[in-house]
């Protein structure tokens, strides 16, 4: 398992136009795993609209930056 740090924005169901930006870290096997997980645990917690915008593999000697498709295609 990997850390992923996810960065986005999302809303509250029914809030209208209102994005607010969010940061999770996960444990995932990928980070189009880490990708699916994010979106399903804002999902079950009442958030909608969830757009990520960036994700980081954590490593040990620092982050790097996910290539964007890397997580998009499969």
């Given at each position: 398992?990997?850390?992923?740090?996810v960065q986005g924005m999302s809303r509250k169901?029914?809030?209208i136009?209102?994005?607010e930006?969010?940061?999770e870290n996960i444990c995932a096997e990928s980070s189009h795993e880490a990708y699916?997980?994010?979106r399903s645990l804002l999902y079950f917690k009442n958030r909608e609209h969830v757009h990520i915008t960036?994700?980081?593999?954590?490593?040990?000697?620092?982050?790097t930056l996910?290539?964007?498709r890397a997580y998009l295609e499969y």
């Open positions: 398992m990997e850390n992923y740090k169901i029914g809030a136009g209102i994005m930006p969010f940061v699916f997980k994010i960036s994700i980081y593999l954590i490593t040990d000697d620092g982050m996910v290539e964007p």
